[in-house]
């Protein structure tokens, strides 16, 4: 539980941090919240050379409305998340999942753009913000690009960031009165989610199902279809590939999808 | 007005509440100046043979003035301490040829700092030779690995009898079976394993996060070979223990070996990964439970055979089955009671004692089993346990196992519980949801159970002084560790004397100071350590009565004890008197007294858990537990309440959720607390604790124990409701924990018998 050797730089702007990762390459990690990040390198599962820290870049901590949309910087914690009135009123599912991120503590220190860019399938917000359809804004040397929620999360614990690229905000459709539900299954409050489901109207994510979060197109195909809720849901495992370990097997994590995602959906229903 | 039985609040939290608690870690004692720093090289595999170990590399990094075998500091393998074990089970401190368990210790490396110890010994070179794992116990009885070959079995320890009974069950109606899992846990302490060691004048010096200083001497004098003269043990702040720090782990000697051989001081905090690997586990029973009756509900034979997971070395937890097998016939009258026991050694962390450390194993095996009882002849679970209780006694009842239960009415606990919890409310409200195909199902479980507590030792030290300046001073041999024994015992020398509880100090663990004491562990402190600082305490204001009836010219008779001015007087004339600092001037007043209990206590009690368990995906969450537990006369209610809302938080964590894991190559599944799951506070209903109190006659305070009654009394109440909330679905048992996914597959495999 100590880790290797690093060196460690507190970034000074965005470029500094753009430059600093085009300087180290893969040898860098950046860190925000460090929620994700310490407990890898105490373990020593990560060994960068270079820790570049963003944590006081208080240009990636907001909340804003713009337009249609409602933009978060990528540094800004999961308590203003939780305790943000826009999002309350415009993005409901948002601050209801970020409450669920792990304890009081972590939602204090971890940050939105942190926890998305992980990439872990088991982790709340990347479902989140797949079922709201959200868009990601990276900046690299190149320049900045926009990159669509189902193309961001690529692999286990892999998104579309590259390692010489910063996320910079995320991007939430509002939706204020659409139906929504977040159904997590865990052993305890603060655990990840052995599986968990997001819906937004009749878009349904699935958490831990796969190597990345993923949409359940065969239940949004259904529903599409005219399918209840109940028949619709029987279709939640199609498509998945949930690992087995020791909190459950594929066969129940594909029965918790069925069962979680019925739920969502009436709740959904109900909102 | 006296303070006993009332809520004092605790003198100790102000200091950890703000300056905090002084660990092993956190000393800045003078002597520690310049200490290195001891990174331990751990077994990466569960079994091998060491071939080689290359230190060179470690040696080259920055930092490094040591790295160290068991070559190196001359440990050789001793035989295990308890007599009773096999002692052809060699062991020393650092693995000399064979590895047994992932984390077993191997070498040391030897840091300036302490974040230089890993880097190096990751460079610690180790060839291994693979050998077979032995995790399945019954792989393990069955001898076909050897961990020990010199020792030609895997069998520590067994006791019982030869041949199982043939005819024990003759004349039963109705006989049920059931092998039951007690499974391994951790201890996982907020303050993790650690020591110091420094040479002093010759002397070697430790810190030893501990629960028995006296304890963790001897061991260490045993493992380096050194007299007792020449080690004293300090005991810092110790941030939870719950049985796996009693005395001294070979871990521990091995930083005092070091200390020794490099002759500078040394210190070691270990990692929580490392905690999780290498601290002692606890439980890992495999019992097989036979009941046999009528289908009147009485029960005329139990038998228990019990196999023990040792772990990889034998330790306290190769003897624990004895505790169990005193323990089995429980609260009951049964008629005959048969139990076998056997511990052998696997290829996993060695097991010790774990908050009750043999007796929930007991408990949980009859609590169980007569519910498997009781379904099988349809019979409510109450009524069966009502059915074969003992009746109350005063005079103290022997057992089918020997055991001399002191003072008891079981059936008063039980009835309080089931009054408390609305019994029959709750079986309404149960077969209400079942009636309407709700998901939502609802489980109650019972359990009715009676520990031993103070076994071991049965005596206990207080030396208690009055000063001139008017405060006491309490030297104590218990050991602290977050019970609140400042405060309780302070409470005890305050009653008799009047001298204000912020006057008192209690101090312990330092055996230079207090070369005699027990420690705290069996639930012992209060009976014993408590009973010694009263019995030292009035023998104190007798030798004041003496010496006032000198100085005030009265006959002794006359002298009474006059608290108000923390002193005495004349009987009748108040203003004739002295305060005990006015004669504490004149000559010190001081007095070491050794109290010895005429026997262990025996508490009792009976929890009610209400579970509701979602009948679609498998999860069980506790809503409530009612708890009765007697543990005689309560000091201070609100020491007694945390130590049993602790105790219910752990054992109903283990009904639940928690579990030590391997996976078949012997590799720790559980090693962080990321995956080795507690519940917090967030997971748990407000417990509804219920009071009884049945005194004991053992002790002036009529006090027995009760730190352990939680995870006794709740880990069957709460498994029994998990499985009673299904059980009209065709499930018959789940094994702990009962997981999601465990009950899910158990209601999978009964509707497809059905």
Redesign the interface.
């Given at each position: 539980?100590?880790p290797?050797?690093f060196s460690y730089v507190r970034a000074d702007s965005v470029d500094h941090v753009l430059s600093l990762l085009v300087e180290h390459g893969d040898e860098a990690k950046v860190l925000a919240g460090g929620q994700s990040l310490l407990?890898i390198l105490k373990?020593?599962l990560a060994r960068p050379e270079v820790v570049v820290d963003i944590s006081r870049l208080s240009e990636l901590a907001y909340v804003r409305v713009e337009g249609d949309e409602v933009a978060i910087g990528a540094a800004t914690r999961h308590r203003e998340v939780v305790d943000s009135a826009d999002l309350q009123r415009d993005v409901p599912l948002l601050p209801y999942v970020a409450s669920l991120v792990g304890?009081r503590q972590v939602r204090h220190r971890g940050t939105f753009g942190g926890s998305l860019v992980h990439g872990d399938p088991a982790a709340d917000l990347p479902a989140a913000v797949l079922a709201l359809g959200a868009t990601f804004v990276i900046q690299g040397p190149a320049g900045r690009r926009e990159v669509p929620a189902p193309e961001f999360f690529q692999d286990y614990f892999q998104t579309a960031v590259g390692e010489d690229e910063l996320l910079l905000e995320i991007r939430v459709p509002r939706v204020p009165g659409v139906g929504w539900a977040y159904e997590k299954?865990t052993?305890?409050?603060?655990?990840w989610a052995?599986v968990a489901v997001a819906a937004v109207d009749n878009r349904v994510a699935l958490a831990n199902m796969s190597m990345t979060p993923m949409r359940a197109v065969a239940v949004e195909a259904a529903l599409a279809g005219g399918a209840s809720a109940a028949q619709a849901a029987q279709a939640a495992a199609e498509g998945t590939s949930p690992v087995t370990d020791?909190?459950?097997?594929e066969e129940?994590r594909g029965?918790?999808a069925r069962?979680l995602t019925e739920r969502a959906l009436v709740t959904a229903a109900g909102r | 007005m006296s303070i006993m039985g009332t809520r004092v609040v605790r003198v100790e939290d102000p200091r950890l509440l703000t300056t905090g608690a002084v660990y092993t870690e956190d000393l800045r004692d003078p002597r520690l100046t310049g200490a290195l720093h001891l990174t331990f090289v751990r077994a990466p595999m569960a079994h091998a043979r060491i071939l080689s170990i290359q230190t060179a590399d470690a040696l080259a990094f920055p930092g490094v003035v040591a790295v160290l075998t068991a070559a190196d500091l001359g440990m050789e393998p001793m035989p295990p301490a308890m007599p009773m074990f096999t002692q052809t089970m060699t062991t020393s401190l650092l693995a000399t040829d064979t590895v047994r368990f992932v984390g077993d210790a191997v070498a040391v490396v030897v840091t300036e700092t302490a974040y230089q110890g890993q880097d190096a010994a990751d460079h610690v070179h180790v060839e291994y030779d693979h050998l077979p794992a032995l995790i399945d116990l019954r792989e393990a009885a069955s001898d076909a690995v050897l961990l020990y070959p010199q020792a030609g079995t895997n069998t520590v320890f067994a006791m019982g009898p030869a041949e199982l009974d043939p005819e024990l069950f003759a004349g039963c109606e109705v006989v049920v079976t059931q092998e039951i899992v007690n499974q391994r846990v951790a201890a996982a302490p907020l303050e993790g394993r650690a020591a110091a060691a420094t040479i002093e004048d010759g002397r070697l010096i430790m810190w030893v996060s501990t629960q028995a200083a006296q304890d963790a001497k001897g061991a260490i004098c045993r493992w380096l070979g050194i007299e007792p003269e020449t080690l004293r043990v300090i005991t810092p702040d110790v941030g939870g223990g719950f049985g796996a720090k009693i005395g001294a782990d070979p871990d521990h000697a091995v930083v005092g070996a070091v200390a020794r051989h490099l002759g500078r001081p040394v210190r070691w905090t270990e990692t929580r990964s490392e905690n999780m690997v290498a601290m002692t586990h606890g439980r890992g029973q495999l019992n097989t439970v036979t009941i046999g009756g009528k289908r009147d509900g009485t029960v005329l034979a139990y038998r228990l055979e019990i196999l023990q997971d040792a772990g990889a070395q034998p330790r306290i937890g190769a003897v624990l089955p004895a505790l169990t097998t005193l323990m089995a016939p429980a609260v009951y009258a049964f008629p005959k009671v048969e139990v076998k026991a056997r511990s052998v050694v696997t290829t996993t962390t060695p097991t010790a004692a774990y908050r009750g450390a043999g007796r929930p194993e007991a408990t949980h095996a009859i609590e169980r089993g007569l519910d498997l009882f009781a379904a099988e002849i349809g019979m409510d679970p109450g009524e069966v346990r009502r059915t074969n209780l003992l009746p109350a006694f005063t005079e103290p009842h022997t057992t089918a196992t020997g055991a001399v239960y002191d003072t008891g009415d079981y059936a008063v606990a039980l009835d309080k519980a089931l009054a408390a919890s609305d019994y029959p409310a709750l079986r309404a409200e149960q077969e209400r949801r079942r009636a309407a195909g709700e998901e939502k199902l609802l489980g109650i479980g019972l359990s009715v159970y009676v520990e031993i507590t103070g076994q071991a030792p049965a005596s206990e030290i207080a030396d208690v002084e009055l000063r001139p300046d008017g405060s006491a001073r309490v030297l104590t041999g218990t050991s602290p560790h977050g019970q609140g024994h400042a405060t309780a015992w302070a409470m005890l020398v305050s009653e008799e004397t009047g001298v204000p509880m912020d006057r008192i100090t209690v101090e312990h663990g330092d055996t230079d100071l207090i070369p005699v004491g027990g420690g705290t562990f069996g639930s012992r402190s209060l009976q014993q350590g408590g009973a010694a600082v009263r019995q030292a305490t009035r023998e104190l204001v007798e030798l004041a009565r003496q010496r006032a009836a000198d100085l005030l010219e009265a006959n002794p008779d006359d002298i009474v004890v006059d608290t108000a001015r923390a002193g005495v007087h004349v009987a009748g004339s108040p203003d004739a008197g002295v305060s005990f600092a006015e004669l504490a001037a004149k000559e010190p007043l001081q007095v070491h007294t050794t109290f010895t209990s005429p026997g262990p206590t025996f508490p009792f009690g009976a929890h009610v858990a209400v579970v509701e368990v979602d009948v679609r995906t498998g999860k069980a969450r506790l809503e409530r537990l009612i708890a009765v537990d007697d543990a005689g006369t309560i000091l201070n209610p609100l020491l007694a309440e945390g130590q049993r809302h602790g105790g219910y938080a752990q054992g109903v964590a283990q009904a639940l959720i928690e579990e030590v894991r391997y996976d078949p190559e012997g590799n720790p599944e559980t090693s962080t607390l990321a995956t080795y799951p507690f519940l917090g506070i967030t997971d748990v209903p407000s417990f509804e604790p219920v009071d009884m109190a049945t005194p004991t006659p053992y002790n002036t305070l009529g006090a027995k124990g009760v730190g352990e009654a939680g995870t006794i009394g709740a880990t069957p109440a709460v498994h029994n409701a998990v499985i009673d909330a299904v059980a009209h679905l065709g499930v018959r048992h789940i094994d702990m924990p009962t997981t999601p996914m465990r009950v899910w597959s158990a209601l999978r495999a009964a509707e497809a018998a059905s």
């Open positions: 539980m100590i290797a050797p407990p373990m020593r304890d299954f052993r305890r409050a603060n655990d052995i020791m909190h459950a097997d129940y029965h918790l069962v | -």
